[in-house]
């Protein structure tokens, strides 16, 4: 499959979108500026949706993606989608919500490796205690992206 791709920067550094024809296949934050790449639509649609997230305008997103895993972990991130902008669950209200709390830890692996960040929206899980536990953008970029969608909800 052909990839198209494009990013954006931000306060969090650049949000890599990668795409095939006509889905998003990963949303991922990178430290250092990438090369440009050859976008499409679907990448123009979804860079245009994460600025306006971004630029507090925008609370869903409709830009269509594919997901790519194991069976578990796609029911994992189908999941993660029903999580509520501004809202936020435990690693075990996920556990539960997959029906069965035994798959504790896969869960928070599955939810680790989210290859569509912020658009599936795994940083809204948080540890049992309400600790800021795993992201794989980083723990401050977490923190920063459920500050920044408390703060919205507060307006």
């Known amino acids: 499959m052909e990839l198209f791709s494009d990013y954006i920067e931000n306060d969090l550094g650049f949000l890599i979108i990668k795409a095939g024809p006509e889905?998003?296949?990963?949303?991922?934050?990178?430290?250092?500026?990438?090369e440009t790449g050859v976008s499409n639509q679907v990448v123009e649609e979804c860079?245009?949706?994460?600025?306006?997230?971004?630029?507090g305008s925008r609370n869903v997103f409709?830009?269509?993606?594919?997901?790519?895993?194991?069976?578990?972990q796609i029911?994992?991130?189908?999941?993660l989608t029903k999580?509520?902008?501004?809202?936020?669950?435990?690693?075990?209200?996920?556990?539960?919500?997959?029906?069965?709390?035994?798959?504790l830890r896969a869960a928070g692996t599955a939810n680790g490796k989210n290859p569509i960040?912020?658009?599936?929206?795994?940083?809204?899980?948080?540890?049992?205690?309400?600790?800021?536990?795993?992201y794989g953008g980083g723990l401050w970029r977490k923190?920063?992206?459920?500050?920044?969608?408390?703060r919205r909800l507060n307006l």
């Not at 889905?23 to 990438?34: R, T, W």
């Open 83 to 103: 999580i509520p902008f501004g809202e936020v669950i435990t690693y075990t209200n996920l556990a539960h919500r997959i029906g069965s709390i035994k798959k």
């Open 23 to 34: 889905k998003i296949v990963s949303v991922f934050f990178e430290d250092n500026q990438p």
């Open 62 to 72: 409709s830009v269509p993606f594919e997901l790519n895993g194991t069976d578990f």
């Open 117 to 134: 960040g912020i658009i599936v929206p795994c940083h809204r899980v948080i540890g049992k205690s309400g600790k800021l536990v795993g």
């Open 143 to 150: 923190k920063w992206l459920l500050e920044f969608e408390s």
């Open 47 to 55: 860079k245009s949706q994460l600025l306006e997230y971004f630029s």
């Open 75 to 79: 029911k994992v991130w189908n999941e």
